[in-house]
């Protein structure tokens, strides 16, 4: 094999791989689909069960421990509403599906959530009431093992009606 031919077959191989690169993430977000929640999102341990009471959010800090080398750290994920109803517990981020600000219990008085960012409103149960956010605020899966509340580390996409995993 010659040297021009050389380089004209390593031009394009450079050339194939630099478009697979780019054409990747497209490919990935097109192909996304919902369903099942990815098997590496943790489940961080929020509380008890026992203190959660029907009618009264609470507010819990998603911690995950991280191995870094020989370190073991806690890496901040966010924050969840707990709630407590007849339906059993649920877990709805505390990100605001709007710009990703962090939603607040109203305090105007009213039952609800509100972002202080954009003053996007949020019913009680997370249903959008009033925008600039284009949908609710989003669920978490929730299981309880041994008295004990868990809660997936989920994260999505702000800034679309949408319900996309980031």
Do not use: Y
Request: proline share 9%; net charge positive.
């Amino acid at each position: 094999m010659n040297r021009r031919k050389l380089l004209g077959t390593l031009t394009v191989g450079a050339g194939v791989a630099a478009a697979g690169a780019a054409v990747w993430p497209l490919a990935a977000a097109v192909t996304e689909t919902e369903g099942a929640p990815p098997a590496d999102a943790p489940w961080i341990d929020v509380g008890a069960e026992r203190d959660l009471n029907p009618g009264a959010p609470v507010k819990a800090d998603l911690r995950a421990p991280v191995r870094d080398g020989f370190f073991t750290t806690l890496v901040d994920l966010g924050a969840v509403w707990l709630l407590r109803g007849d339906a059993g517990i649920r877990a709805l981020s505390a990100t605001c599906p709007h710009l990703g600000c962090g939603v607040q219990v109203r305090s105007d008085g009213v039952p609800g959530f509100a972002c202080p960012c954009h003053d996007s409103r949020f019913r009680p149960d997370g249903e959008l009431e009033k925008g600039p956010a284009a949908r609710g605020m989003d669920p978490l899966p929730v299981r309880v093992v041994a008295g004990r509340v868990q809660v997936q580390a989920l994260r999505f996409a702000p800034g679309s009606a949408a319900r996309r995993r980031a």
